[in-house]
Structure formats: C-alpha cells, structure tokens
C-alpha cells in the first residue's frame, strides 16, 4: 500500500479515537448529577409561658387577718380584686402575682406587705382559661398613700393536666328587699374523669355592668350542700350563700363561675337504697309554703356509717337545676341492715320555684364510718 496513504489513514485513525474520547467525556459530564442543596431542619422556636391581668379593680375595706401561727392585722386596708388569663398555648403554673405600689409623685413604695387573700389561685391554668384572684395590703398607712399599682407575675410552663370537672349549669339569685344583701348561687359539677375526686372548689367572680370585676370568692361544693367525694360520671348540686360587702350590693349584675378538683384518696360509700319517698307542697313555719320530700332509706352494704346525708336536686321541665336540698338522716348514723327517715325541702325557698319543679334526683353519701 501508498506509505501516504497509510499515513493518512493512521491520521484518521487518531483522530475518529481522540473525537470519541473527547465525546464521551462530554457524555459523561453531561451525566453527572447536580449537587444537591440540603436545607438543616428549622430550629422549633421555644414556646413561651404567658399570662396577662385581664381585669381588676380596688378598694378600701376594713378587716382581720390571722397568720398562721404569726400576727394578726386588723384596719381599713387597700383590696385588690382581679382575674389573670393565659394567654400561651401551653399549661402554665402561677406561682405568684406580685404587686408594686406607687405614691402621687410616681415613687416605689418600698417593704410592703401585700398578700394574697382567698380566692387562692388553682395549680395549673389552661390555655385561654383565666381566674380570680385578691391581694390585699397589710398596711393602713400606706393604703392611704397608693394612687397606682402595677403587676408582675411569676409562673412556670407544665405538662400537668388539670382534672376534667364539668360545670353542668348555674344560676344567680339576688333576694328581694329587706334581704337584698344576699345572693344565691346554684348549680351543679359533673366529674367526667375516670376516677374519683374530692368535693370540687368553685371559684366566682362578680362583675358590675360594665364587665369589670369587683369582687372574687371561692367555695367548696362539699360545704355547699354538695357531695364530699364524686365517682366517675357523678353529679352534685351546690348552693351557695354570697354576701358581698356593702358598697357593692346592688351592683352586681353578673357572675362567672370556675371548678377545679383534684383525685380524691377515698372511695365514696354508696351501699344505699331508698325505699320510698313522696313529695308535697305545704307550709313550712315562717319560709311559708315549700317543696318537701320524705322518704326512707336504708343501709344495704356492710358497713357501719355515720353522718348520712341525703341530698336532692330539683329540675325544670326542660332538665335545668332550679333547687337543691340537704338534710341528715334521722339519728344521722346507720349500721349496716339498719334503715332510716328523712324530710328535706327545696331551696331557694322562692314561691315561684314551687310549680316549676317537674322531676328530682336523691343521692345519697355518708360522711363519716
């Protein structure tokens, strides 16, 4: 062959194998993945324990207080009554409102003694959930010195759960002159949870007509004609007396009410069986005509108890509570086998409550063994 020739061709040869080299780098290039952009995961943002003063007013009034196993301060001293709220997503533990007070110049008037007078705060606060509180200053002079106040609030974020106490219904009674001093509250708690709790505490707050809270007061159903100990779906009744102080008689126009409880350490006796009962209208000494019920009942466990109280409540056609009542039985304690007489009556004693009441439940609790 032409030695040109071959030459030529070894040429060509070189360079159809340096284009496919080259060609395949280019393909290979071509097939490599794109470095991928990866995004650290976002830091979660702490969430924040809060609660705000939502309300509040104060006022002048004179008092005793007794500190356990300390002093005792009596005088016209400054009260502060107002509800905190919280305002986090999370349960929050209120260890302390703290209050500051100012004079007419704008100064901190230091070493006062301001405490905290019942209603106390509950353990924990859910979110959205608000409560009363009171702080009173324990000092007469400088009560009178106070043209401001401010707070702060100490608290803690908790996982703790408050119990699940249902506040089935309530209403507010205010009587009739000469006694408009007093107001009745009565309503009634349901424990939904599935185990046993203490007679719940009801917290109250009393509002004028503008919304703003002038007064707070806690009670415990228990001592309200209502049950010691609630099983799992128990109701119980309450009715509570209210006497405000003077200058706001006649100004409360509405009130809202808080329950908390907490898991009882006992189980409720309920070894009970009413054998009969009736009910009648008829006059009661002075109270006049009222709604009575007697019956008898009897002791079907084993069990010696004391303190038997038989406690009824008194529904409207459409299911609403409008009376509760209490009473003892007979010699108040009954062994077991052992049967006992009752009579209680309706209260409020209110004439127009008596041909409204359409069905009524008794329960019955011993409070002692």
């Known amino acids: 062959m032409n030695t040109k020739k071959l030459g030529a061709l070894a040429f060509l040869g070189v360079l159809i194998v340096g284009v496919t080299l080259i060609s395949g780098c280019i ?52 009260h502060i009554v107002g509800e905190i709220q919280n305002v986090s997503t999370v349960n929050i533990r209120v260890e302390e409102i703290d209050v500051v007070f100012y004079d007419t110049n704008g100064a901190v008037i230091e070493d006062t003694l301001c405490c905290s007078v019942k209603p106390y705060l509950p353990n924990i606060l859910s979110p959205g959930h608000k409560f009363p509180f009171r702080k009173v200053l324990l000092d007469e002079q400088v009560s009178k010195e106070v043209a401001s106040y401010e707070f702060s609030i100490e608290l803690t974020k908790t996982e703790e759960e408050p119990l699940p106490v249902k506040l089935v219904s309530y209403d507010m009674y205010q009587h009739p002159p000469p006694h408009e001093h007093i107001y009745e509250i009565y309503g009634e708690v349901q424990n939904t949870c599935d185990e046993n709790i203490n007679s719940p505490t009801v917290w109250a707050s009393f509002y004028d007509e503008d919304g703003r809270i002038i007064d707070a007061h806690s009670f415990w159903v228990g001592m309200e004609l209502g049950l010691d100990v609630l099983g799992p779906g128990e109701k119980s009744p309450f009715l509570i007396d209210y006497i405000p102080r003077n200058d706001i008689v006649g100004k409360i126009k509405s009130c809202e009410l808080i329950i908390k409880s907490k898991v009882a350490d006992e189980t409720p006796y309920r070894e009970f069986e009413i054998l009969s009962y009736i009910s009648e209208i008829k006059p009661v000494g002075v109270l006049g005509n009222c709604y009575v019920v007697t019956g008898e009942v009897k002791n079907t466990g084993e069990q010696n108890v004391s303190y038997v109280n038989i406690i009824a409540s008194f529904y409207d056609a ?7 009542g209490w009473t003892l039985v007979g010699e108040h304690d009954l062994n077991a086998g052992e049967t006992g007489t009752f009579e209680l009556r309706a209260s409020p004693e209110r004439e127009e409550i008596l041909n409204k009441i359409a069905t009524y439940t008794l329960q019955v609790e011993a409070s002692g063994s």
């Open 318 to 324: 459409e299911g609403n509570l409008i009376a509760t």
């Open 27 to 78: 393909e290979q290039e071509d097939q490599k993945e794109s470095p991928k952009v990866t995004q650290s995961p976002e830091t979660p943002k702490p969430v924040t324990a809060k609660a705000e003063i939502v309300n509040h007013s104060s006022y002048m009034y004179s008092a005793t207080y007794h500190q356990i196993f300390g002093e005792t301060w009596s005088g016209e001293f400054l």
